[in-house]
């Protein structure tokens, strides 16, 4: 993908990555480096196994970019390692036209595995969603007060798509589900092992100014 990105032009490629990891512009996120920029998306270097190369990829966030700006040094590696999952499982939001096309091409069993499919994503997301919070809470039981924002983004994004294949089966087989809400806020919480996550209550806003360090 990375290579993708830059056009198949590896020698510029190259310039850009030594330009990136020079000694200022990078941090440690584990054993991982990844670049420090504005955006969706930053390059990431992780050594190989052999430990006498890197491998060059993308990592699907930006530390300097919300939800993520506030997250400390000592909690990215944890937080890195639910957005490459969560990227991973991002199947978007299922319509009521998308179980039709299947219908068209292979019947109710392809409609079936499509449905089954759109479940099992979000049965893994919710998982990868209980270790985050997990990783996530402090000595009190409790998230720390800068991850609320972002655990109740993420869950929230988690809900959405549960709403749309609720709504695209009801709307398929009976034919509507009535208008869907512009909001979700309707006194949804989603219990995990170590905390709750409350939908009907906006996430507080706590900014951190030392949450960044290159």
Known sequence: MLQRSWGGDLDE????????????????????????????????LRSRPDDASWHADLFHAGWLDSPYK?????????VAAYVDRAHELNEGCLQESDLRE????????????????HREVLDQHYAALDTLVGDLV????????????????????????????????????????????????????YDFRADSVDLARPAPVEPREDAVQV
């Not at 506030?70 to 944890?78: G, L, N, W």
């Not at 292979?106 to 499919?117: C, F, H, T, Y």
């Not at 909001?183 to 949804?188: H, P, Q, R, S």
């Open 13 to 44: 490629l190259r310039d850009c990555l030594l330009e990136h990891f020079s000694p200022v512009g990078y941090c440690e996120v584990g054993s991982d480096l990844h670049t420090v920029t504005l955006g969706s998306a930053e390059t990431r």
């Open 70 to 78: 506030s997250v400390p040094t000592d909690y990215r590696r944890q």
């Open 138 to 189: 402090a000595p009190d039981g409790r998230l720390f007060p800068w991850a609320r924002g972002l655990v109740h983004d993420e869950v929230q994004t988690h809900h959405m798509r549960r709403e749309w294949l609720g709504s695209a089966a009801i709307a398929y087989l009976s034919g509507s589900s009535g208008q869907r809400p512009d909001t979700l806020f309707g006194g949804v919480r």
């Open 102 to 117: 299947a219908a068209g091409e292979g019947g109710a069993p392809a409609v079936e595995r499509l449905v089954r499919r």
